[in-house]
């Protein structure tokens, strides 16, 4: 089996943030992954894989972890071995639990050699039930919970809860006083009653533990006669010279309200020192949503655990609970019991035989709601700690991650995300990576690598690190002055409160102009003193340009530097943003940053007003300048004498009326339209253009006038619409323009129309009619869509001069054409009273439809082939119906703009009339349509063949000619080749009855793992039109290995006379006819005299080269 490793990179710019994102497809769907130093290790269906940490790339072959057959005591369990646990021992061995073998657990090392195997079942057995795993190191001991699953025959001795030994000699067997796998009642586990075990089913979600306890968290019915589904914690003390079930106690755990089940759960460490649970919460009703609650194991929980002993043995209230482990039991109430204050180890107080056990609280652990989204679904959710601050990793089931910034009982503030190309649920297994800083996480059969690390050393100073960027994960590093992640920085030099940075607090000027440098002062938060021949400079960067000059010192916190007079002005636009830093040259070590520092191009204003907009900018000497020796006191403008002006008819001549202020006529005035169309302006201020530019669909298209003098731009642009008449598709619009006049349903040149009638102005309109192209013979329904709806009555529709004879009329208006004998195009129009008339702007077509010709003309009885109908106009009217006699022919999706095609239905065999209805249009169709019995195979010959094919099969039969392809398909195994049959290759006699073709067998692969060496037997289908009729696995092709030539000689040599030339071959006419053979000498041919099992005689052309090459060939391998 070959697979295609796909790897993809990207480098994504965006929230502020600059990420590296490394892809991985895996072609299987990931279940588990786990990182060891730099190796990832990825868990999907039946594969365990090595990836480098760093690029991704596989660095071992992969892990097969399944064998051909499972476990024979479970025959329904399924053979797919799905991952259930996958954790690192010691950051050492890897622990892989399967669900294969009724679920059982091995050690691999880090090359993934074995080291043990366990037999015992231990796990789920099933990809869906939950299995998870906690391991203590320092009694190296992991403990299970397990959900019961219901197959195979050994799945009651898996308790639900066990402690496990992870020492080689004792590998996997549950910690007891014994050392043998016999079930002891003491055994560290807990198992349900028997009668409840299959019923009572609980989810286990996560595991944890402390100094003193062992926590589980699950989803779970309360209790065998309550069926209310909620989420529970429960907890047992960790020595475990304790069992379980003495110290074992559940209680409700709530997030927001009971209507929430956990997802879910992590436990981090906050700045106190202090465990605090983590939760995410969905609806348990599946409708999605996300809530995160967050709870202080000590404060929260385990008083609330302590709460709910004092109710069953301080004041004996209730019952016990947890039916389905120990029959129920009234609580007892003991005087003498307590618990000393302060103690945070309640394990030897209540291991007591008065007092009942184990306990099911009813007071829950309320957690703290932290964040809540009624609309989007999580799938995973992590929390990671970088100096004081918290990053919050959020994974939704649409393939969206998330990051934002947390802060203990306050608020979550998310500064990233980013959708997965795999847009499907990111598995909840998500890793974070502290040496790379990286996170990897999987979707479906993809593993991601998304590091963040080249954000932060893009950021040049502390502030530009710390205030605006978004990466949570980078941090200044004052031991070098450099924006690192965490791990490149000793701890006590690595911060992230950006008061700690040097800031720019003023800068004088924040402008500067190009043509002209001038200094620029700087003041500081506080200024670095210089190492031994440092010096400060200010660098001038974007993207295009990079520039520095020298800082001079004022006092202790200000600077001034002068604006670069080189490599600024290759930028010709009005304004150039670039980024002002300070450093300490040649240590380059910066110092603060402002983000935006402006430098204006007066040379880019053209005219004296737009220079003036520009503080710093004056028209001097006909041009704008920072640097003016004479300046004027108005500038030239001009604007529109009539406001109404700014409106121009299309493809017209046209005069603009203007007037100016503070010009002087003593030179030319041009006027101009988009800078491309010219035009004069004349004594009188009249802008003259000859003609306006020719507008097609889009009306009032917008256009600027401009006016120069001596080509030297006067006041601003204004901004003029160019329309159409004709464009105009309402009264309204129409009357708006002096050039345009409405008349009967359309907008007019004034100029060039007159309207006789007296038409009243409406809003009315068609907006669209269907169909657009009708059969001659009438009778079609034409449905017209208005914009409105109207109450006034229709005198007359014509469709262009045909009339159409109202069905119904509304805001949609039916009517049926009339008949007509000629084709014809024109408009729709309508004629309403109280002079209303409208007309449509696209046409209506009458068309004559005509058939060319159909195919096939010869189908078989068993229907579903595909008959077309070739011809023209075939697509018009409302509907279009094909007829077989009385049967219909169900109409497919149009492929093609002059044919008709339908799916025939199943008809007995005779010769079949075929009509075509367009809507009320019957037109027969000369070509008549033949139905033959369906194809039948009566003979294949032969049914040998090489492994190599070229073989000539003949396949005798009936009514072949009736299909319109036939495909024949060779299949093995995995293997599967198709062959499709030449028209040319398909005899048959005249009226179709017998008939056969042949074609040439095919190779078969090399051998392989994947594919076993000849001889073998090859399973033979065909298949008339694509499946219809399919006669799969009719026979078998046995395929013998290729015929040898017999020479023994070394280098084989043949001797040539000059007379016929003689070859020994080894079983030739086993799988091949004179007619399938070859044999070439060089690049002629021998002309073959006598072909038997053990020899070939050939006559050889005239002349050879001496140590020429035999070539044996058969037909297949020649083509």
């Not at 020492?167 to 050392?179: E, G, P, Q, V, Y």
């Not at 700014?646 to 100016?660: A, D, G, H, R, T």
């Amino acid at each position: 089996m070959f697979s295609i490793l796909l790897i993809s990179y990207l480098i994504l710019i965006t929230n502020n943030l600059s990420i590296d994102i490394i892809e991985n497809d895996l072609n299987n769907s990931i279940e588990k992954i786990l990182l060891i130093n730099e190796n990832l290790y990825i868990g999907t269906k039946n594969f365990l894989h090595r990836l480098s940490s760093l690029t991704l790339n596989k660095t071992l072959l992969s892990l097969k972890l399944i064998s051909n057959i499972d476990n024979l005591s479970c025959t329904q369990c399924n053979i797919n071995n799905h991952i259930k646990i996958l954790l690192s021992i010691h950051n050492k061995n890897i622990l892989l639990c399967g669900t294969i073998y009724q679920g059982t657990c091995q050690i691999f090392d880090q090359n993934l050699n074995i080291i043990i195997n366990s037999s015992l079942p231990i796990v789920a057995n099933d990809p869906i039930n939950s299995t998870i795993a906690l391991i203590i190191p320092e009694k190296n001991l992991i403990y299970f919970g397990v959900t019961y699953t219901n197959e195979g025959t050994y799945r009651w001795q898996i308790p639900n809860i066990s402690g496990r030994s992870l020492n080689i000699s004792r590998f996997m067997n549950i910690l007891s006083t014994n050392d043998n796998e016999k079930i002891s009642k003491d055994d560290l586990s807990l198992r349900f009653m028997s009668r409840q075990q299959t019923r009572f089913i609980i989810q286990y979600i996560y595991s944890f533990y402390t100094n003193n306890y062992i926590y589980f968290i699950t989803n779970q019915l309360n209790d065998i006669e309550q069926n209310y589904f909620l989420t529970k914690i429960i907890r047992f003390c960790r020595d475990n010279s304790y069992s379980i079930i003495r110290t074992y106690i559940e209680i409700p755990l709530i997030c927001f309200n009971s209507e929430w089940i956990i997802k879910t759960a992590e436990i981090i460490i906050n700045n106190n020192n202090e465990k605090i649970l983590i939760g995410h919460f969905t609806r348990k009703d599946g409708s999605g949503g996300t809530n995160i609650c967050l709870w202080n194991i000590q404060n929260d929980i385990d008083r609330t655990f302590e709460n709910n002993y004092r109710t069953c043995y301080s004041m004996g209230i209730g019952k016990r609970g947890l039916a389905f482990i120990k029959p129920n039991e009234p609580c007892r109430k003991d005087e003498s019991w307590s618990i000393p204050i302060n103690d945070d180890n309640l394990c030897p107080w209540i291991i007591n035989d008065r007092l009942p056990y184990p306990i099911g609280g009813t007071t829950p652990a309320i957690g703290h709601l932290l964040y809540e989204n009624l609309l989007e679904s999580s799938s995973a959710l992590q929390i990671y700690s970088f100096g004081l601050s918290y990053v919050i990793f959020q994974g939704l089931t649409n393939g969206t991650f998330k990051l934002g910034l947390f802060d203990f009982g306050v608020h979550i503030n998310w500064v990233y995300s980013y959708q997965l190309s795999t847009q499907s649920p990111i598995l909840s297994n998500v890793i974070f990576d502290n040496k790379t800083e990286s996170f990897f996480l999987a979707s479906q059969s993809k593993i991601y690598r998304i590091s963040f690390s080249g954000d932060c050393t893009s950021r040049l100073s502390c502030d530009e690190c710390l205030s605006s960027s978004n990466n949570p994960l980078c941090g200044w590093c004052t031991l070098n002055q450099r924006c690192t992640l965490a791990n490149n920085c000793p701890l006590n030099s690595w911060q992230q409160e950006s008061n700690q940075c040097t800031h720019i607090v003023n800068v004088q000027p924040l402008r500067a102009s190009i043509d002209n440098s001038q200094w620029i002062n700087l003041t500081l938060t506080k200024l670095p003193q210089l190492e031994h021949n440092e010096i400060y400079q200010c660098i001038f960067t974007n993207k295009i340009i990079s520039a520095n000059t020298q800082a001079i010192k004022l006092d202790h916190n200000r600077l001034s530097c002068p604006t670069p007079s080189k490599n600024i002005h290759v930028h010709q636009d009005a304004h150039l943003i670039v980024r002002l830093s300070l450093i300490k040259w040649p240590s380059n070590i910066s110092i603060a940053t402002i983000s935006e520092f402006t430098f204006y191009n007066c040379s880019s204003y053209l005219s004296c007003v737009s220079c003036r907009t520009e503080i710093g900018c004056q028209w001097c000497s006909q041009r704008c300048s920072s640097m003016c020796t004479e300046t004027i006191s108005q500038c030239s403008s001009f604007d529109l004498l009539n406001s109404t002006n700014i409106f121009l008819e299309s493809n017209q001549s046209i005069e603009i009326p203007l007037k100016f202020n503070f010009i002087q006529y003593d030179n030319r005035i041009e006027c101009r339209l988009n800078e491309t169309i010219y035009g004069i302006v004349n004594s009188n201020n009249i802008c003259y253009i000859t003609k306006i530019p020719q507008i097609n669909n889009e009306n009032e298209q917008i256009s600027y006038l401009t006016i120069y003098q001596n080509n030297i731009l006067i006041g601003n642009p204004i901004k003029m619409f160019i329309y159409r008449c004709d464009l105009y598709d309402t009264c309204n619009k129409c009357n708006l323009r002096l050039n345009c006049l409405w008349c009967q349903g359309q907008c007019l040149t004034k100029s060039i129309n007159k309207c006789l009638i007296n038409e009243q102005c409406t809003s009315l309109r068609i907006n669209d009619f269907s169909p657009k192209l009708i059969p001659l013979n009438g009778k079609t329904i034409i449905n017209i869509y208005l914009n409105e709806y109207i109450n006034e009555k229709i005198l007359e529709i014509l469709l262009f001069d045909i009339p159409c004879l109202v069905i119904n009329s509304s805001n949609i208006i039916q009517c049926q054409a009339q008949y007509t004998n000629s084709s014809r195009k024109g408009q729709i129009s309508i004629y309403f009273t109280n002079s209303i008339y409208i007309l449509s702007k696209e046409y209506i077509e009458f068309c004559q439809s005509s058939i060319i010709s159909i195919n096939p003309n010869i189908v078989y009885e068993f229907g579903g082939q595909i008959l077309h109908i070739n011809g023209y106009n075939l697509f018009i009217g409302n509907e279009q119906k094909i007829f077989i006699d009385n049967y219909q022919c169900i109409q497919i999706k149009q492929t093609l703009l002059n044919t008709l095609s339908c799916r025939l239905p199943s008809m007995i065999s005779k010769i079949y009339n075929i009509t075509l209805k367009i809507d009320n249009q019957l037109i027969n169709i000369q070509d008549k349509l033949k139905v033959t019995p369906n194809p039948i195979v009566q003979d294949i010959d032969p049914t040998t063949s090489f492994a190599s094919g070229g073989r000539l099969i003949t396949v005798r039969g009936m009514y072949f000619g009736s299909a319109q392809i036939i495909t024949v398909k060779f299949s093995h195994k995995k293997w599967n080749e198709k062959l499709k049959i030449n028209s040319n290759d398909i005899l048959s006699t005249e009226d179709g009855m017998i008939s056969s073709f042949y074609f040439r067998t095919l190779g078969i692969p090399p051998s392989s793992n994947e594919f076993p060496s000849p001889p073998l037997d090859v399973n033979f289908s065909i298949y008339f039109d694509n499946s219809i009729i399919s006669l799969t696995n009719i026979i078998q092709f046995h395929y013998i290995p290729d015929v040898l030539l017999n020479i023994s000689t070394i280098p084989p040599i043949l001797p040539y006379t000059g007379e016929e030339l003689k070859l020994q071959v080894e079983n030739l006419t086993e799988a091949a006819s004179m007619s399938d053979i070859q044999l070439f000498i060089g690049c002629s041919e021998c002309k073959l005299k006598t072909f038997t099992s053990k020899g070939i005689t050939c006559q050889p052309p005239t002349k050879l080269i001496t140590n020429t090459a035999i070539i044996l060939n058969n037909q297949q391998q020649k083509g």
